[in-house]
């Protein structure tokens, strides 16, 4: 498949990641839910109540975080005129923080989203296809 990076703009690439990044939360949502919904004890309606729940709120929350973070990774790319690793660090921790900061320890949040998302790219960029 072409990569479309250089020719689509911003706005695009956030919408395909938007898109793939709720998927994925749906994926995950949907495989976490009944298992966690079994451990509370909850079936019938109320365990299918709570699985479209944590479906919903994972699929949200997942594509949040990928328009964040593609927003991030093309402001920065504008800002600095380069397309490099420093671009994806500096937006996954833009994008990590965003959501660390309802935790306690939002710095660590930030900090482990900057590296997963760096880790990510380095992994993208040395594929051969």
Same mark, same amino acid.
């Given at each position: 498949m072409e990569d479309l990076s250089d020719s689509a703009p911003c706005s695009s690439l956030a919408v ?13 949502g949907s495989c976490c839910g009944p298992f966690d919904a079994k451990n509370l004890g909850l079936s ?8 479209? =729940? ?48 309802? %935790?306690?320890?939002? =710095? ?9 998302? %760096? ?11």
């Amino acid at each position: 498949m072409e990569d479309l990076s250089d020719s689509a703009p911003c706005s695009s690439l956030a919408v395909d990641r938007v898109l793939r990044m709720s998927f994925a939360g749906v994926v995950w949502g949907s495989c976490c839910g009944p298992f966690d919904a079994k451990n509370l004890g909850l079936s019938g309606s109320a365990r299918a109540a709570y699985t479209a =729940k944590l479906v919903a709120k994972y699929g949200f929350s997942c594509g949040f975080f990928g328009a964040i973070f593609s927003f991030a990774n093309c402001g920065i790319e504008r800002y600095r005129q380069r397309k490099d690793w420093v671009n994806t660090l500096a937006a996954g921790v833009v994008a990590g923080a965003a959501f660390g900061v309802g %935790t306690r320890n939002w =710095k660590q949040v930030a900090a482990t989203t900057g590296l997963f998302c %760096t880790f990510a790219q380095f992994a993208k960029d040395s594929t051969s296809v």
